[in-house]
């Protein structure tokens, strides 16, 4: 089916958006060390865009469980070429991965529409002076500690992981507009596996919708995480169909962004999602008909 698409936000609340992962990473835990040479990162960009990608999620630094930070300057060293031979290709729709300021800052510079920090800016308070001074969206991502602690030692959320991850996230919206941030550029993620349980994982897929009276999109990353693996038994290879199942509960939850490493796959259940939960149904001439 041929389609006039805008990438990027264009299409923010009219449909959801599909955004694809570009780890160029040696050590992220799905698909570390694939695309972390510069051709190999740029021709997979491509691909992503071509499967279906609204916005292309470039990170480099590795936010797994267990991942130890890495320097600026690593960082840098690693992202910066990907954006550079991306923005000379005319490509649309990127967002910089990142909890640093300096990073997300060159990256708009080469072409980043999204700033997706999972910290919420709490890493780096001075994220919120970028995105401020840039005016690009900017993600606000629930973490519980650091990637590198997150999910060892107790996990509890005495107040109950929704009602908790929600005040969090009320809280960091609050103080990024404080921050000269417009309300209009901001979206909010719970933060899969980011210090969560299975059971929270699932409870906080359960109920979605509970993120939505925040007043601002919602993005829900849950491509391939450890809590589908628990639930099903598989693999990291081998969780496409345990989030295509996420993915479908995430839209009819109410999430306008999925974040997602297999787009093909997931861009068609997110089209038959948003048919049953948007009534975004094709007209006659733009589907094909079985008899």
Known sequence: MKTTHRFGLDNLGQRTLVMGVLNVTPDSFSDG??????DAAVDRAHQLREEGADIIDIGGESTRPGAIAVPVEEE?????????????AGLRGLSVDTTKAVVARRAVELGAEVINDVSACSFDPEMVTVAKETGTHLV?????????????GPIEYPSGVTKTVRTALADAVDRTVSGGVSL????????F???????????????????RRLGVPVVVGTS????????TGRKVEDRIYATASSVALSVAGGADVVRVHDVRAM???????????????????ERTEFT
């Not at 049953?276 to 007209?283: D, H, S």
């Open 33 to 38: 060390g694939r695309h972390a040479v510069l």
């Open 76 to 88: 840098l060293r690693r992202v910066l070429p990907v954006f550079e031979a991306l923005q000379a």
């Open 140 to 152: 606000l991502g629930h973490t519980l500690g650091s990637p590198l602690t997150m999910q060892t």
């Open 184 to 191: 209009g550029k901001i979206l909010v993620d719970p933060g």
């Open 193 to 211: 596996g980011f210090g969560k349980t299975v059971e929270h994982n699932c409870q906080l897929l359960r109920e979605l919708s509970e993120f």
């Open 224 to 231: 391939r995480k450890s809590f589908l693996g628990a639930v």
């Open 267 to 285: 861009a068609d259940v997110v089209r038959v999602a948003d048919a049953v939960v948007r009534n975004m149904i094709p007209a006659p001439t």
